[in-house]
């Protein structure tokens, strides 16, 4: 199913979740399993082997005062499909904070699923071609603007009601008054913007800075952005900060870039190939290893391990985090590779590692998956 072709079934789907009178979050967990073989063909998905089920892959969120819907990947998704990169379809990739009125209207218009350098076949080195640009990648939280029926709104891509949506509606207001942004921004376009805040802060220190970073925006509908030209004209327009512009030519000085040591407190780029028409996020290595250090777990050695990139996530860990790794996952294997017991018992195993309050439904999921892998 093409880019387009997805874009307009998903516009079909929102028609028949809203006939069937699905609401809220919970009745479409429940619509989405009990109709698992039409949400397949909705979003182009073939499960195969042993994929997580569509229903798993996708949610919503309902606008509580608009009628309005937004469609998101889920944590599954996130975690599982890159063990089977076929699953990414052009269906689950729209929904990443994509937003639709109850009649089907295409409202909000965000970035697609996108991946990192080598992640995926299509970010593959030799998978990439033509020029590109790129811009500076920023480690807060997306914010999602859009106008409907004469209102602007903010949305975070998981949640209409998230805090840090609540949060960036207030920032949103202020610009909007100082700056007139509703005789600037027409219905029709997305505005995607960093939402630099204390609260959002990842890694990067941004030193108190509370403001919006405008990245990028579309005309919904589009498969393409405006150039960099024209988000810098609507950034002084609204009196935005605007994200900054690399000024490399090729794909190997940026890669050579991101793995200077030198470089800290920052994220890395996102590269736009314009002939693919898909983005690519570059990190650095300084910023990789901290979130690496961060995350450095069970569940998060297993997930690296059932996605067959274990080495490249934890490869260049210093030292002496990259020896706890191994010790860690010298664990994992073992347990994996026990003759003398059974699977119920391998879980029971993977289970007691980590705290009773981590040992979460998820964190079990993820122990099952790993142990029908068959890590060796």
């Known amino acids: 199913m093409s880019w387009h072709d997805a874009l307009a079934t998903l516009q079909e789907f929102v028609h028949t979740i809203v006939n069937a009178r699905v609401t809220n979050r919970k009745l479409f967990s429940a619509w989405c399993r009990s109709h698992e073989a039409e949400m397949e063909q909705f979003f182009g998905y073939e499960r195969k082997d042993k994929m997580p089920s569509i229903a798993s892959l996708v949610t919503a969120s309902f606008h509580p005062a608009a009628p309005l819907i937004m469609l998101n990947y889920t ?9 089977y990169p076929d699953g990414w379809t052009w269906g689950v990739r729209h929904c ?8 089907g209207v295409l409202v909000a218009h965000p970035f697609s699923k996108f991946f990192n350098y080598g992640e995926h076949p299509e970010t593959q080195r030799n998978a990439l071609r033509g020029s590109f640009t790129a811009t500076q ?16 709104y903010i949305t975070t891509r998981g949640d209409f009601e998230s805090p840090t949506a609540k949060m960036a509606q207030c920032m949103l207001d202020r610009y909007a008054a100082q700056h007139d942004w509703l005789s600037k921004i027409g219905e029709g376009f997305t505005l995607l913007v960093e939402i630099i ?18 990245l990028t ?4 509908g589009e498969n393409c952005f405006f150039p960099h030209v024209y988000t810098r004209g609507l950034g002084e327009q609204l009196g935005l900060s605007v994200t900054e512009q690399w000024c490399g030519d090729s794909v190997g000085e940026l890669i050579a870039l991101m793995r200077d040591r030198l470089v800290s407190n920052k994220e890395g780029y996102v590269a736009y190939f314009g002939a693919q028409k898909i983005h690519v ?5 300084t910023y990789i290893n901290k979130m690496v250090e961060k995350k450095l777990g069970y569940k998060y050695l297993m997930q ?11 490869g260049n860990l210093p030292e002496e985090i990259l020896e706890r790794a191994r010790r860690m996952c010298a664990r994992l294997r073992k347990i994996a590779r026990d003759k003398t017991r ?5 879980r029971q195993m993977l289970y007691a590692l980590v705290p009773e309050e981590e040992s979460t439904s998820y964190y079990r999921a993820v122990c099952r998956n790993f142990l029908k892998a068959s890590i060796t």
Request: hydrophobic share 40%.
């Open 96 to 103: 990443r904070g994509i937003v639709f009125d109850t009649d």
């Open 197 to 214: 805040h204390p609260s959002t802060e990842v890694f990067v220190d941004y030193d108190g800075r509370e403001e919006f970073v405008l």
């Open 281 to 285: 996020k570059f990190k650095f290595m």
């Open 137 to 152: 990648k920023y480690d807060g939280h997306l914010g999602i603007i859009f106008r409907y029926k004469g209102k602007l």
């Open 217 to 220: 925006f579309r005309r919904n």
């Open 75 to 83: 944590g599954a998704a996130h975690n599982l499909l890159h063990a």
């Open 304 to 314: 690296r391990m059932i996605a067959g990139n274990l080495n490249k996530m934890i």
């Open 342 to 346: 059974n699977e119920k018992e391998k």
